[in-house]
């Protein structure tokens, strides 16, 4: 998926590229909301995005791991992008949704304050992180979309979800 | 030598079949030890080999063929009775069948296959041909006549085989394979002739006629082929022959069988020949068929290989023979006159190959995936019946339409039942599986210890589900080790209190209800309890007090602590100290239970209580604060709504008191980290075991027996004492609460108190 997120500077045409997703040129995002900034990910990446249901907390898990959930049968974690930010928690409202995505073949739920639309952009607008561009640690970010009137933020899912919490599980199950 | 250039999905099928044959050959040789002339077991494992060696060979799998080549050579001189394989055979043959295990895994690996040690191969080939010997010159007449013959034996036509190299050096191996497969089909020919033998040895060479064709097949020897599947077609057909069809059958077979020989002596020479066959083939197939010859094409009575041979014109433009062949002719027509059916084993070992198998292989996945759904299923069926309830208690009004909904809801429960205990059953496996590898390990261990061990194995039918067959091998090879090292005694020691020479392990298996016990007992020496309570003191597992207080059990119960070990060598075996601990967690994993006896002088004796599935368990749900967990029924002792005189300290630690004994008690809000301002009151009580001991959670409230589906946690990453989650037949989650992890946290806090009160 994150190859889609790579940042190329061919200036393909919009639309008419690639079909249903972007190819090299096109990107096709799924953007919402956390406290304030507007963030993006890869349609690809996201297998469906749910109203708030329900948590069922587990204990002694990881900080950001809010609790889990029964999607279709599977149990799956849950995390608040707020905590795994450093961000406080906010009150929940009507306009939380839950985005579950597939990283290296886990299934997480992660939970946004509101989901916005699913945009296409090309690629050559988006730019690499600088350092300083919003209050999350620029590692979790893979680049920059310029768009006219705002900044969209392109999240690395394998980097926001991965390697820590992949140590985590493989150290929990030898205890175990 | 890797199997390179072959589709991934032939050589998981070779590994799949052949691993599962490779699993077998192991336990069989090591029963072949205790009797090695079993005319059965001997044709049983040569089988085996047999048709590892053909699989592998279809695949080009060099090294591995070399070996198997050699080892069943080695058997068939056994099987023959030209040898009985004494300790030093049955050496190279588990050799084998490790090199073959090895080379199994490497091929899996997509590694280069390792060359078997030519001591060994020759070392298993001289045991075949050495007390051959005789039997070899006849055996091979044809080999000194050297270099390709214009016209081969029986006026044949001669190619000289050309093949690439790859399946040039297979060919080697084809012509002892064919003489091998003759013998047999030789000695079917028999017992033939008799009408009551007759359908046995039908059965008999169609089998080994079969094998020859799919050994042949390989190397598209055209001539070869064309005779060898003449053989298997007609072979097909003989239960159906009358007296007089097998009488014009009988011969050909026989003649098709002595062109066959002198084809493996070609091969061994590189020439193929060719007869013209044509007519012996067609009136073979024409008789098979039920349709009756022409007087002229009929064979005179008690015609022999040769007169079939001269009859149908095989050797029409040659009718004098070559000097050799004249010695297989001769064979073969002994083969025919002779009559005395009956005490044939060769005739009745590939008959019972043709049982065909009433199964089909499945992916593990997709039962898996069935297993899913059918947990799936289990949670609808609980939600509908929930739904049902809530609909009969609502419609006061409408009884007919809530008996209907009741009556329903009642059916799926049972049907959802019955489709569940029927995929489960589809996962069980005897244990038999794991069971079956025993008894190389235990004759390893008694070599190694040199002890004399006998071990027995009781129940290995009993089925239990495929994941927990896996988990259960390791634990179990610690245990018996464990039995084998410092259980028993050496044979010296026995001797001195009055014990026979040789120890006994009893490995038993039993169902008990919805779970599987396993029992494994030596007659060894026992634990001694001295030595492990000073042990314990010294590791600080309780002080010398505490311990002698102890009763028997659960001072021993301290080896399964980790690095525990009163060994003080320690051995190449065991006596590591990690064994029993990796035991004891591995078991506490499939949610089993371990226990240990002994008595001095007399004996130890493991038990292993394990639920035959590891997917559904029965659960008591409990309420703590705002959520619901679930304990697995089998921890629960008890649930009691104690008094505030039965709950009180011991320093720090609440306990409780009852039935005259005093068991730590945690809390559910401390336990599953409920901050202040959640927890509300905790009435109840449910008493949770794990291997004896004992403790009381307190919870708010119970809610009630449930069957649930265990789903994996493990996505979350780290966890409380928790064993998994499930879904409520509201839909919510609910975590399953690990009674044995509880009791370890407790443990952890409060050691002493809790030795105690267990």
């Known amino acids: ?110 939970i946004v304050d509101r989901v916005h639309e699913v945009l296409r952009i090309p690629s050559s607008i988006v730019e690499p992180a600088p350092q300083m561009v919003c209050s999350i640690n620029s590692e979790f970010i893979a680049g920059v979309g310029k768009l006219e009137d705002r900044l969209l933020i392109l999240l690395d899912l394998s980097r926001l979800f991965d390697a820590r919490m992949v140590d985590e599980t493989q150290t929990s199950s030898v205890a175990a | 030598m890797s199997a390179g250039g072959f589709d991934p999905q032939i050589i998981q099928d070779f590994l799949t079949e052949c691993g599962e044959l490779l699993e077998g050959l192991e336990g069989d040789l090591v029963s072949l030890e205790s009797s090695p002339t079993d005319p059965d077991l001997l044709n049983q494992i040569f089988r085996a080999l047999h048709t590892v060696k053909g699989s592998a060979s279809f695949l080009a799998l060099t090294n591995l063929v070399a070996i198997a080549h050699a080892a069943e050579t080695a058997l068939n001189a056994a099987r023959t009775g030209r040898a009985v394989v004494d300790r030093p055979c049955m050496n190279m043959l588990l050799q084998t069948v490790d090199l073959l295990a090895r080379q199994f895994q490497q091929l899996s690996a997509g590694e280069d296959l390792e060359a078997p040690d030519p001591d060994l191969v020759e070392g298993l080939t001289a045991f075949g041909e050495g007390r051959e010997a005789g039997a070899a010159d006849t055996e091979t007449p044809a080999q000194e006549a050297s270099g390709a013959p214009p016209v081969g034996p029986l006026g044949a036509a001669t190619t000289p085989i050309d093949l690439p190299a790859d399946k040039m050096a297979l060919v080697e191996f084809l012509a002892p394979d064919i003489r091998q497969t003759l013998d047999t089909i030789n000695d079917s020919l028999v017992p033939l002739a008799n009408p009551e033998s007759r359908r046995e040895a039908g059965e008999a060479l169609a089998a080994a006629s079969d094998d020859l064709v799919r050994s042949v097949d390989f190397f598209e020897f055209e001539p070869v082929t064309r005779l060898s599947t003449a053989l298997r077609d007609a072979a097909a057909h003989l239960e159906d022959a009358d007296e007089d069809a097998i009488a014009q059958i009988r011969p050909r077979l026989a003649a098709l069988s002595l062109l066959l020989t002198l084809q493996a002596d070609g091969i061994e020479q590189a020439t193929l020949y060719d007869w013209p066959t044509d007519a012996l083939i067609e009136r073979l197939t024409l008789v098979c068929a039920g349709k009756p010859l022409d007087e002229a094409h009929s064979l005179p009575a008690d015609t022999d290989a040769e007169g079939a041979l001269a009859f149908d014109g095989v050797l029409s433009d040659q009718p004098e023979l070559a000097g050799s062949p004249e010695l297989k002719l001769a064979d073969a027509a ?425």
């Open chain 2, 334 to 758: 002994d083969a025919l006159s002779a009559a005395a059916p009956g005490d044939d084993p060769g005739a009745k070992r590939p008959g019972a190959k043709q049982v065909i198998e009433q199964t089909i292989r499945v992916e593990v996945g997709r039962l898996e995936s069935l297993m899913n759904l059918v947990g799936e299923l289990v949670l609808q069926k609980n939600r509908v019946a929930a739904l049902a309830r809530r609909v009969g208690a609502a419609q006061k009004g409408d009884t007919d339409l809530c008996e209907q909904i009741n009556a329903s809801a009642e059916d799926l429960d049972r049907v959802t039942g019955d489709l569940q205990l029927a995929v489960m059953r589809t996962r069980m496996q005897p244990l038999d599986k794991i069971f079956g590898r025993y008894p190389r390990l235990i004759r390893d261990l008694a070599d190694k210890t040199e002890k004399k061990i006998n071990l027995k194995i009781i129940g290995g039918d009993t089925e239990v589900d495929k994941s927990v067959i896996e988990a259960l091998g390791d634990p179990l090879v610690h245990l018996m080790r464990n039995s084998a090292d410092h259980g028993l005694e050496t044979p010296d020691q026995r001797g001195a209190t009055g014990k026979s020479p040789e120890g006994t392990i009893v490995l038993e298996a039993s169902n008990q209800g919805s779970h599987v016990r396993i029992f494994v007992r030596d007659d060894g020496r026992g634990l001694d309890r001295a030595r492990i309570a000073s042990k314990a003191v010294e590791r600080g597992l309780a002080t010398r007090e505490e311990v002698d207080a102890l009763p028997d059990r659960d001072v021993f119960r301290f080896i399964f602590e980790a690095g525990f070990s009163t060994v003080e060598q320690v051995s190449d075996l065991s006596g590591r100290g990690v064994g029993m601990d990796v035991v004891r967690t591995n078991i506490g994993k499939l949610n089993g239970t371990i226990d240990v006896s002994s008595t001095p002088g007399q004996g130890t004796t493991f038990t292993i209580s394990i639920p035959l599935t590891v997917a559904i368990m029965q659960a008591m749900m409990v309420r703590v604060a705002d959520e619901i967990y679930a304990i697995p029924l089998d921890n629960v002792v008890e649930i009691l709504r104690p008094s505030d005189e039965m709950v009180y300290s011991i320093g720090d630690s609440p306990v409780l008191k009852t039935r005259g004994s005093v068991l730590p008690l945690i809390s559910a809000f401390d336990a599953f980290e409920y901050p202040p301002e959640r927890r509300t009151e905790t009435p109840f009580v449910v008493i949770l075991s794990v291997n004896e001991r004992q403790i009381g959670l307190q919870v708010s409230e119970l809610i009630g027996q449930q069957e649930i589906v265990i789903k994996p946690l493990e996505a979350v990453g780290r966890a409380g004492p928790l064993s998994g989650a499930t879904v409520r037949d509201d839909g919510g989650v609910s975590l399953i609460i690990d009674a044995s992890g509880l009791i370890r946290a407790a443990e952890g806090r409060k050691a002493p108190e809790l030795q105690r009160a267990a």
């Open chain 1, 1 to 110: 998926m994150n190859e889609n997120l790579s940042i190329t500077d061919k200036t393909g045409p919009m639309g008419e590229n690639g079909g249903e997703h972007g190819g090299d040129d096109q990107l096709q995002l799924v953007t919402f909301e956390v406290a304030g900034e507007e963030f993006a990910v890869d349609i690809l990446a996201v297998q469906e995005i749910n109203r708030m249901m329900a948590l069922t907390r587990v204990p002694q898990s990881p900080p950001e791991v809010e609790g889990v959930i029964n999607l279709r049968g599977k149990i799956i974690p849950v995390l608040d992008l707020r905590k795994r930010f450093g961000l406080d928690a906010s009150e929940r409202t009507e306009h939380n949704r839950i985005v579950v995505v597939e990283v290296h073949g886990r299934v997480i739920g992660f």
